[in-house]
């Protein structure tokens, strides 16, 4: 399934997906029995005698899903399926693509969007200018990071009087940083590190209306391990 739509949009659902099957050496009840099954699959059963070009961008999407399942492959490339869809194909999708898994398929995913690797990935390989630096489980990558924690402060006055450098000191406390208004902590643990925080900034009079904590996740992963340039090549 590639990155940019492979599909005839003068043609219909199902003119289209008969192109596909013929491709895929599948003709008569077979490849009405995969054309039937895959349009089910994706939600376009009823739509099937519609030309492409009146399809949405997220209806091409899951035809263009729909076509490459007919030969019912063991293995599947997807590259970046979700791209430019709306939130209920996208969901839609990602349905399709769990069931699969269910059934013992083999998805290689492409993707920018984080959440859906930790969605539905088993193992995750990140690449930076075109080389792998981890190759891991979800709860591997995780273990890479010096922190798993990171607690939120919203300080009343500012970074005023704020030393990082002595809070980065004290026990537990792996990272500081102040940027729009919030003081980023990471923690190891929360149980010990957050009360520890809390009680180092009233001793120091910084006043704080809102503490949040959040886990490290696989965006935090990436750009611990990329870091935070941009990319445009």
């Given at each position: 399934?590639?990155?940019?739509?492979?599909?005839?949009?003068?043609?219909?659902?199902?003119?289209?997906?008969?192109?596909?099957?013929?491709?895929?050496?599948?003709?008569?009840?077979?490849?009405?029995?995969?054309?039937?099954?895959?349009?089910?699959?994706?939600?376009?059963?009823?739509?099937?005698?519609?030309?492409?070009?009146?399809?949405?961008?997220?209806?091409?999407?899951?035809?263009?899903?729909?076509?490459?399942?007919?030969?019912?492959?063991?293995?599947?490339?997807?590259?970046?399926?979700?791209?430019?869809?709306?939130?209920?194909?996208?969901?839609?999708?990602?349905?399709?693509?769990?069931?699969?898994?269910?059934?013992?398929?083999?998805?290689?995913?492409?993707?920018?969007?984080m959440e859906e690797a930790e969605r539905?990935?088993?193992?995750?390989?990140?690449?930076?200018?075109?080389?792998?630096?981890?190759?891991?489980?979800?709860?591997?990558?995780?273990?890479?990071?010096?922190?798993?924690?990171?607690?939120?402060?919203?300080?009343?006055?500012?970074?005023?009087?704020?030393?990082?450098?002595?809070?980065?000191?004290?026990?537990?406390?792996?990272?500081?940083?102040?940027?729009?208004?919030?003081?980023?902590?990471?923690?190891?643990?929360?149980?010990?590190?957050?009360?520890?925080?809390?009680?180092?900034?009233?001793?120091?009079?910084?006043?704080?209306?809102?503490?949040?904590?959040?886990?490290?996740?696989?965006?935090?992963?990436?750009?611990?391990?990329?870091?935070?340039?941009?990319?445009?090549?």
């Amino acid at each position: 399934m590639p990155q940019d739509l492979a599909l005839f949009d003068e043609l219909t659902a199902e003119a289209n997906l008969q192109l596909f099957a013929a491709l895929y050496d599948l003709d008569g009840g077979a490849a009405k029995r995969a054309i039937g099954e895959t349009l089910e699959l994706v939600g376009l059963a009823d739509r099937a005698h519609d030309r492409v070009k009146d399809y949405s961008g997220g209806m091409k999407r899951r035809l263009n899903l729909a076509a490459a399942l007919l030969h019912d492959p063991q293995i599947l490339l997807l590259d970046e399926p979700t791209v430019g869809v709306d939130p209920q194909s996208r969901n839609a999708i990602f349905d399709n693509l769990e069931i699969l898994k269910g059934r013992g398929k083999t998805l290689l995913y492409t993707t920018h969007y984080m959440e859906e690797a930790e969605r539905l990935c088993d193992r995750v390989i990140i690449m930076d200018h075109g080389k792998v630096v981890a190759n891991d489980t979800l709860q591997g990558l995780y273990r890479m990071l010096p922190v798993t924690n990171l607690l939120s402060v919203e300080l009343d006055n500012g970074q005023d009087g704020l030393r990082l450098d002595e809070l980065q000191a004290l026990p537990g406390i792996h990272s500081a940083r102040f940027e729009a208004g919030t003081l980023r902590v990471g923690v190891q643990d929360v149980a010990t590190g957050a009360p520890r925080l809390l009680q180092w900034l009233l001793e120091r009079g910084h006043l704080y209306h809102h503490v949040a904590s959040e886990r490290a996740n696989l965006e935090t992963v990436f750009l611990t391990l990329t870091g935070r340039s941009l990319r445009d090549s």
